[in-house]
């Protein structure tokens, strides 16, 4: 029995469309609102103190109180609260943080266009492929490849690279010229006694495939997470990127990184592609950007494509792409002195010197009878529920995921079920000791859930 409704959650229900939440059930169970964070935990209204094992939306690495980013803003908002990159304008804090931003990615880069969400950065990023081709006299060269279970955002495009069912039904997505190569989950997709390399290559031939009957002139780009975040966590075989780059820069196909999630020092790395071992053409990054403080995406391209758009743009006219709050000042201040922190924390090193701690748990609990795949990297984590261990999953699958989640919850911690994969993203600036408050409610939450799915016919 649900309680009845208080006074906010039933101003909540009567106000607010929830994205990625069912309506319907949340007008039954009310919405938890959150207060005040300070460090790893966010407070609800009772005051009730949770650890954000998600860092919000995989985004708040630095956790949820920070006095420098407040000031950081302060001073912006005081001095330019306002102002835009269109015409030939500019202000010095995106010209800092594109020189800073430019300095830290691989690949490269020569040019930074910014945004404020993470689906803008990859729809500007399709643009910036099809444009590019357009300027090379290769109109027809303009199918994106993303992968089933990635994720990319949800506008138009950006929303139909993404892989997942969700995104797609009823809203009449995907749109054409967007294609899903496999999901590189050796444990699922694996062969019997299938090494990892051996499952990359074969990932890699199956690339190949795709491109060679799609016909390799119709194929701009290839678009990944170096780790699949919402996907459900999906860390790639040992080999998969180095594989699939020799294939796309065989095809003079662009190699986008999509590192929303992983930029910034979530891996280990400055980035992602640096721990999976690739170079990119082009990459997006948002979230950790401003640890999530406020809204800000940026997209950074190599000096091949920003000279041939460049030059391109300027036979046309003018460049005719831009959003109205693309490189917000108040943004990009907080963005600087966000890469301050990480660069005198060193928040990469310190990920690396956590990551084993967080390592250990996540393997312990990985021999919980619940539990069909541990995974980890750096300070990115999930548990696959699974019976018996099997790839397969659940019967009814997307029950058992959430039902951890609000276990977790009842114990203190705010985890993400996505589907049967229960993941974990917490604040980057975690110590050894939050890490073992983290998990120390897994265990009976695990056991609790185990017994509930056996009540309810989930296991035998
Ligand atoms: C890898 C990745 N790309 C893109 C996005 C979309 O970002 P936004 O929600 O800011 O549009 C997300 C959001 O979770 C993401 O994880």
Redesign the pocket.
């Known amino acids: 029995m649900n309680q009845p409704l208080s006074n906010s959650q039933t101003r909540d229900a009567e106000a607010l469309l929830h994205t990625y939440a069912n309506p319907v059930a949340l007008r039954r169970t009310g919405v938890q609102t959150i207060e005040r964070g300070e460090g790893i935990r966010v407070f609800d209204q009772t005051g009730r103190p949770f650890i954000e094992a998600m860092s919000g ?2 985004c708040a690495g630095l956790g949820f109180g920070n006095a420098e980013l407040a000031e950081a803003a302060r001073i912006q908002m005081d001095r330019l609260p306002y102002y835009h990159l269109f015409g030939g304008k500019s202000h010095e804090p995106a010209v800092e943080l594109a020189e800073r931003v430019k300095a830290l990615a691989p690949g490269r880069m020569s040019r930074v266009i910014f945004q404020s ?6 729809e500007t990023q399709v643009k910036l492929a099809w444009y590019y081709n357009n300027a090379r006299g290769r109109p027809e060269k303009k199918k994106i490849i993303s992968r089933v279970r990635g ?5 138009i495009v ?1 929303g139909s690279m993404t892989g997942l069912p969700y995104n797609h039904r009823d809203f009449d997505l995907p749109v054409d010229r967007i294609l899903h190569a496999d999901t590189p989950h050796h444990w699922k997709g694996a062969e019997p006694g299938e090494s990892e390399p051996d499952y990359a290559a074969r990932l890699a031939r199956s690339l190949e495939d795709l491109i060679q009957r799609e016909g390799p002139d119709t194929v701009a780009a290839f678009i990944a ?1 170096p780790v699949m ?2 996907g459900g966590v999906i860390i790639p075989p040992e080999g998969y990127f180095p594989a699939i780059a020799e294939v796309c820069r065989r095809h003079d196909i662009l190699m986008i990184a ?5 930029g910034f020092g979530r891996t280990g790395q400055w980035f992602g592609s640096q721990t999976l071992g690739y170079e990119p053409d082009t990459i ?1 990054m ?2 950790q950007l401003t640890g999530g403080f406020l ?1 800000l ?1 940026a997209v950074a391209v190599n000096g091949d494509i920003a000279e041939t758009v460049e030059n391109h743009a300027s036979a046309i006219g003018t460049f005719g792409h831009g959003f109205t709050y693309g490189g917000h000042p108040v943004a990009a201040a907080v963005g600087i002195r966000a890469l301050d922190i990480y660069e005198r924390e060193d928040i990469p090193a310190h990920v690396r010197a956590v990551a084993p701690r967080f390592a250990a748990h996540v393997d312990r609990l990985a021999a919980h009878l619940l539990v069909g795949e541990g995974r980890r990297l750096g300070l990115l984590g999930a548990f696959e529920l699974a019976p018996d261990r099997s790839p397969e999953g659940f019967a009814t699958p997307g029950k058992v995921g959430p039902k951890l989640q609000d276990e977790l919850l009842a114990r203190g911690v705010i985890a993400r079920a996505l589907g049967d994969t229960l993941a974990l993203c917490p604040p980057m600036i975690i110590t050894d000791g939050e890490i073992d408050e983290l998990f120390a409610p897994f265990e009976a939450a695990l056991d609790a859930t185990h017994a509930w799915a056996k009540t309810e016919g989930h296991l035998p």
């Open positions: 939306l995989w969400s993470g689906s803008e950065a990859n994720y990319h955002g949800v506008t950006a997470e975040g919402a999509d590192e929303v999630i992983c997006s948002a979230k809204p995406s």
